[in-house]
């Protein structure tokens, strides 16, 4: 069955530290994977794409990462700020261009 | 500014009644999306529509209807069929099948 789990289920840090989500897919055949950044009350925003010859890729302060022999992702948030408060999901596009999305991680950001 | 367009953010309803929740988009996309969003799942899939007069089911389309008569508008009808309607409701559109999907900011239903 594709599923996409996503750990941990929430995550509290202080503003300044770094932090690593992990998101773990069953989907095959694998086409692409995303992660989403989404604010309480508001839709998604990609933060980036991962294909399977992709092994890193960084947009700013975001760094996420791919191993399509293991099935894993991860997302590292360097030198958090408050507004990175925030729910991440990870989704996997599978084939037919079905998306399997994970259930997110809830962020929250302490100052 | 291009976007999507969800109306209303917040709607209440009593059982029995039918909803229809709007979505409008003027990012010229053709395909555009009805996703549910619940606590602790993943976003489930209620319709989607690659082009105007065509759509499809997603995986939980029971209970719903939409209508694509319009590339820009893409609402959402939830009937008294809908067993379980209360939930955080989100239209996307993307430019094509393989492009990332630019979300509203949803619209919160509420029946009671």
């Known amino acids: 069955k594709n599923q996409v789990e996503q750990s941990p289920q929430s995550l509290i840090i202080l503003e300044g530290k770094n932090c690593t989500l992990q998101c773990n897919y069953t989907v095959s055949p694998f086409s692409n994977l995303r992660w989403y950044k989404q604010d309480t009350g508001r839709g998604p925003v990609s933060l980036t794409i991962?294909?399977?010859s992709e092994n890193t890729k960084s947009n700013g302060r975001y760094t996420a990462t791919l191993d399509a022999d293991t099935k894993q992702s991860s997302l590292h948030i360097t030198a958090s700020q408050l507004s990175d408060s925030a729910s991440y999901i990870c989704?996997?596009?599978?084939?037919?261009?079905?998306?399997?999305w994970g259930a997110g991680t809830k962020l929250i950001i302490k100052p | 500014d291009g976007g999507i367009t969800q109306s209303p953010k917040y709607l209440f309803r009593k059982e029995g009644q039918n909803v229809t929740l709007s979505c409008e988009q003027n990012?010229?996309?053709?395909?555009m999306y009805w996703y549910r969003q619940d606590p602790g799942q993943g976003l489930r899939l209620i319709y989607y529509s690659q082009i105007v007069n065509d759509f499809q089911k997603g995986d939980i389309a029971e209970g719903y209807s939409v209508s694509r008569e319009k590339k820009e508008s893409f609402p959402l009808t939830v009937t008294s069929a809908q067993k379980n309607p209360t939930a955080f409701y989100l239209c996307?559109?993307?430019?094509?099948?393989?492009?990332?999907?630019?979300f509203g900011n949803g619209t919160r239903l509420t029946v009671t």
């Open positions: 989704v996997v596009r599978g084939s037919n261009y079905q998306l399997i």
């Open positions: 996307a559109s993307s430019l094509s099948e393989d492009s990332p999907l630019h």
């Open positions: 990012l010229n996309h053709d395909a």
């Open positions: 991962m294909t399977f």
